[in-house]
């Protein structure tokens, strides 16, 4: 496969190798914790990659989009409250809900652009946030506890089983790189790419691209829905910290750091993000003191992120 | 209709635009003339109350914490400034929300190294702790009233400062057009350090002026952070006037809404639903009206003539 | 008898502020003709093409293409309509091959782009009238060059390319000769009239050399004003065209 000689994708194969073997390796070498970190991380790739989308490959920055985490996150943790855990139900509503708000969100934000962009899909997720705070029978600031898992309704598929629930989010993350390939070098994602490049010659050559960039916001707002309700089946859990915007400036960070507009770069960021993290906080408490100037360097120095270091392209973006 | 209440909730708006004003100005001018996304922004804004309340608490006069946090602020500032964002300014926004993120997390963290977790509490020396009658049986805190003459000051200031002297009229030059500016012969390193740290001095100064009322905590900088950039794209980026009256009407809106609004609703809604949404509705009322208002001019409300 | 007119202009006027850029302009492109527009610097050339090409809307006065009025029309639309324009400053991907950037130009013409799992690198239907259109422009040995790495001379023909993949039957070519050396124009203008025939054109340029040996009626403008229009050779014999425009010329 020539792919592989990249030693960019090569990490991120080998990453991936990681995570497919760790429910079988992790217990066997008594570190089960591992089975749990790497879920998470699993489920931070696929919002990365969801962010990738439009960030990396249309040259939108976000800074808003955790907040499609808590959308398909509270869908289930609100339904749960109230009974409903049946999945049919509940990943339909988390996912339509998800993408009918990035509709929105999308209509009102592409009608700006730079530094405007990031402004309001800032304000527009802390509104969102600011719902949540203030919703005090779904446990505003402290979050909601959510008692069962999605139920499916077969025997012999439960998420209430862990290795069921880690391949689940596995095939997701795996599903959600494909998608994300085959996107952009489609048609659709050839004019995502050239709009990001060039937008008025787009235009100039009879393309209307707002309702492009509106429909990738769309399908980045449903594919990180999809983390979202993941994430409040694995964490049984759901809180207004999941989309707060210090979340989405991280998520920024992680494809950044991957290296943006590469198709595996934010499943490498993600990754060597939150790894970092979990190494820093156990050295120190105040690890943000050491992480906070390192993002500065790598946003100085390393702007390509991990793949424009590993490999470094001929040509600049 | 509770005249007295409304008021005393029309003041309180004032205030807190006041507040959003102090944040607002130095943003708008740093972005206006830097071209500088600067999330640390907040990160002044909570250091301007660590700092100057420290000095307030050391000299046991909080008069003294506010006059010696002006220079303390400056320093500070300005020593950002040139080491950390002057290396921004020829980057790309992306890279300078992600560079002042940065910032934001080693701000935050070493002021809990300096301080501790707890915050600080800033007591109001007791001649300013009163209550005033304003007439018509309306009373409303004396602080409060101090909080509205200042940023009315301040923002008299700002106007003579820019509209008036020298060093104004290359703040405005700048803003309008740096490179000509720059070709003219205007020392532009010096003048964006000296924009920069009056932003700082603002920003520390509504910081600290707010500690007696809210406690000065870790991380407080960042919700008025991202207010203050709602306001200034309300107002137009770049402009001083736009975001003193996008502060003063988000101020009141906000303020207003979280006391009316669930009045207002009952009118639509029966009692428990207004009751719940009440609250709700209201912390987005300023983001509806900011999405509104960039729906029909996404320019803001007072664009600067000729800037980009 | 009357030829038919593909573009016409009618009364335009835009204002920016104090200053008026176009002050009641009025003309109109012969089907099949090449039609060039010259003037000073400032005399409102660009701001007529932004107009012509839809980034600019007129304050006042109409726009009609092969009869439809298209005042109101977004730019996009127009292109669809057939009216492409080429950029005086080069405007095309850079970071996208030779081959891409006029690929992408044909799939913008073969209807709506939401097809999202094919890839586009392999679609012949793309590839091939792209090549086509790249040898007959010249440009065929230069396919899978990055187009930010062309020379200056190739990156204004890719440009005129990437019009043309739109199928227009009209093309506004905003000084296509910008920054050319002499044999450089010389070789765009032989291209230029080996399109005659297959595009009507609305020409705006200085380079007068360029404008006498293409252009079949000229409109001269000066301050937003049109103050001469008709036949080449008439034009270049008008008095008070030579004093307001060639004459300076000369100078230079």
Redesign the interface.
């Known amino acids: 496969m020539n792919a592989l000689k990249n030693p960019a994708n090569m990490f991120t194969a080998v990453v991936m190798v990681i995570f497919a073997l760790t429910p079988f390796v992790a217990p066997a070498i008594g570190e089960t914790f591992y089975v749990t970190v790497f879920a998470r991380i699993m489920i931070w790739g696929i919002a990365a990659v969801s962010l990738n989308l439009i960030m990396g490959y249309g040259g939108l920055?976000s800074?808003g989009h955790a907040v499609y985490l808590g959308i398909g996150g509270y869908t289930v943790g609100i339904l749960a409250f109230h009974g409903v855990t049946n999945a049919w139900i509940q990943w339909p509503l988390a996912i339509g809900l998800s993408g009918l708000i990035a509709l929105i969100f999308g209509a009102?934000s592409l009608?700006?652009k730079?530094?405007?962009f990031?402004?309001?899909t800032?304000?527009?997720a802390?509104?969102i946030f600011?719902?949540s705070?203030?919703?005090?029978?779904y446990g505003s600031d402290d979050g909601l506890n959510i008692l069962a898992r999605s139920d499916f309704g077969v025997s012999f598929f439960s998420l209430e089983d862990k290795m069921t629930m880690y391949y689940t989010i596995f095939a997701f993350l795996v599903a959600s790189v494909l998608v994300s390939w085959r996107l952009v070098n489609s048609r659709f994602g050839n004019i995502m790419r050239a709009a990001k490049s060039n937008d008025a010659r787009v235009q100039s050559i009879g393309v209307a691209t707002y309702r492009y960039r509106l429909t990738a916001f769309v399908i980045a707002g449903i594919m990180c829905g999809i983390a979202g309700l993941l994430q409040a089946n694995f964490e049984r859990f759901v809180s207004p910290d999941m989309m707060n915007?210090?979340r989405s400036?991280e998520l920024?960070?992680m494809v950044?750091l991957g290296g943006m507009s590469t198709l595996f770069g934010p499943v490498t960021g993600a990754f060597v993000f939150l790894m970092l993290s979990e190494i820093l906080a156990g050295w120190t408490h105040?690890?943000?003191?050491i992480?906070?100037?390192?993002?500065?360097l790598?946003?100085?120095f390393a702007?390509g992120g991990i793949a424009g270091l590993l490999a470094p392209k001929s040509r600049r973006e | 209709m509770d005249y007295v209440l409304l008021t005393e909730q029309v003041l309180n708006g004032f205030q807190l635009g006041i507040i959003l004003f102090l944040m607002a100005a130095g943003l708008t001018l740093v972005?206006g003339i830097m071209d500088l996304?600067n999330l640390a922004h907040g990160s002044m804004f909570m250091i301007g109350a660590f700092v100057g309340g420290t000095f307030a608490l050391l000299t046991g006069s909080f008069v003294l914490g506010v006059i010696l946090m002006v220079p303390a602020m400056l320093v500070i500032g300005v020593v950002v400034e040139m080491t950390?964002l002057r290396?921004l300014y020829p980057?790309d926004?992306?890279?300078q929300?992600?560079?002042t993120?940065?910032?934001?997390?080693?701000?935050?963290?070493?002021v809990?190294?300096i301080w501790g977790p707890e915050g600080l509490v800033v007591p109001l020396p007791d001649y300013l702790d009163g209550i005033v009658s304003l007439g018509f049986g309306i009373t409303y805190p004396v602080y409060r009233i101090v909080i509205i003459v200042i940023g009315l000051l301040v923002a008299f200031g700002l106007y003579l400062l820019v509209g008036k002297t020298r060093i104004g009229m290359l703040i405005r030059a700048g803003a309008s057009n740096r490179t000509m500016a720059g070709a003219l012969g205007v020392n532009i390193p010096k003048l964006f350090s000296i924009v920069f740290g009056i932003g700082a001095v603002l920003a520390g100064l509504a910081g600290l002026i707010i500690t007696p009322i809210t406690q000065a905590a870790i991380g407080m900088g960042?919700d008025v952070l991202?207010l203050a950039?709602?306001v200034i794209?309300i107002g137009g980026?770049g402009s001083i006037r736009g975001a003193f009256i996008a502060s003063i009407v988000t101020g009141l809106i906000d303020t207003l809404g979280r006391s009316f609004l669930d009045v207002l609703l009952l009118l639509f809604l029966p009692a428990n639903a207004a009751e719940?949404a009440g609250?709700?509705v209201s912390?987005?009322l300023i983001?509806?009206l900011?999405?509104a208002i960039?729906?029909f001019r996404?320019q803001g409300l007072f664009p600067p003539k000729g800037a980009q | 008898m009357t030829k038919p007119v593909a573009l016409s202009a009618n009364s335009l006027i835009k204002t920016f502020g104090g200053l008026t850029a176009t002050d009641n302009l009025s003309l109109s492109v012969e089907t099949g003709e090449i039609h060039a527009v010259i003037g000073p610097n400032g005399a409102g050339k660009t701001t007529l093409v932004n107009m012509l090409s839809g980034e600019m809307r007129p304050d006042a006065g109409n726009i009609l293409f092969n009869g439809r009025d298209i005042t109101r029309m977004a730019g996009p639309a127009r292109v669809r309509a057939g009216l492409a324009r080429s950029y005086q400053i080069t405007s095309i991907f850079r970071d996208f091959t030779t081959l891409e950037n006029v690929m992408l130009s044909v799939q913008a013409t073969q209807g709506h782009s939401f097809r999202f799992w094919k890839p586009v690198s392999r679609d012949t239907s793309l590839i091939d009238p792209a090549r086509a259109l790249l040898e007959r422009v010249g440009l065929g040995d230069r396919m899978e060059v990055r187009a930010g790495d062309l020379a200056y001379g190739e990156q204004r023909q890719l440009e005129i390319a990437i019009s043309l993949a739109t199928e227009p039957t009209f093309l506004l070519l905003d000084e296509p000769m910008a920054g050319m050396g002499p044999e450089e124009s010389q070789g765009m203008i032989t291209f230029l009239r080996a399109l005659k025939g297959d595009y009507t054109m609305l020409l705006v340029e200085h380079d007068m050399d360029a404008v006498f040996a293409l252009a079949d009626r000229i409109t001269v403008l000066v301050y937003g004003k049109v103050i001469a229009t008709g036949a080449r050779d008439d034009i270049r014999n008008d008095p008070a065209v030579r004093e307001a425009y060639l004459g300076e010329e000369e100078i230079v």
């Open positions: 920055i800074f009102i009608r700006t730079g530094v405007y990031i402004m309001i800032l304000a527009l802390q509104m600011f719902l705070v203030s919703a005090e029978r915007w210090p400036g920024i960070f950044v105040h690890w943000h003191i992480f906070g100037p390192f993002l500065v790598v946003v100085l702007r | 972005f996304v950390t290396t980057r926004h992306l890279d929300v992600l560079a993120f940065g910032l934001i997390l080693f701000f935050n963290e070493a809990r190294l960042e991202i950039f709602v794209v980026i719940s609250p709700a912390s987005m983001y509806i900011m999405a960039l729906f996404p």
